[in-house]
């Protein structure tokens, strides 16, 4: 079966840095986009970050622009998000999916029979002032 597991999440001060994971097994790893979702209490889902099969394109929300970094290793089955400079407003369950690629509307793109396959159960991350 395919898993997706994320991991690294944590309690960090503001200004802090955090190293999320997430390796996928089960599936051709290099046919997939991977990104980056985050849901707060009370909040949508929004897509945070997406790097497509080759890891030349990426693409990012604009209130992590400069601060967060996504990349892969397809040897390792793996996506990382590197977390930098990080705000109280970034707290929020942190999900990991699949998809075809990160074109168009990715970041809203969250519905059932939508382009993300496989998703993750999540690492929490919460930034204290």
């Known amino acids: 079966q395919v898993q997706v597991v994320e991991s690294g999440g944590g309690l960090v001060q503001a200004g802090g840095s955090l190293r999320l994971s997430c390796t996928a097994s089960?599936?051709?790893?290099?046919?997939?986009?991977m990104a980056w979702f985050r849901q707060a209490p009370g909040k949508e889902r929004e897509g945070v970050s997406c790097?497509?099969?080759?890891?030349?394109?990426?693409h990012y929300i604009d209130s992590v622009k400069g601060r967060f970094t996504i990349s892969r290793d397809n040897a390792k089955n793996t996506v990382y998000l590197q977390m930098n400079s990080l705000k109280p407003e970034d707290t929020a369950m942190y999900y990991c999916?699949?998809?075809?690629?990160?074109?168009?509307?990715?970041?809203?793109?969250?519905?059932?029979?939508?382009?993300?396959?496989?998703w993750g159960q999540g690492t929490q991350v919460t930034v204290s002032s």
């Open positions: 999916a699949a998809a075809w690629d990160c074109s168009g509307s990715w970041a809203s793109d969250t519905s059932p029979g939508g382009r993300f396959k496989y």
């Open positions: 089960g599936l051709t790893f290099i046919n997939y986009a």
């Open positions: 790097i497509n099969w080759s890891g030349v394109s990426s």
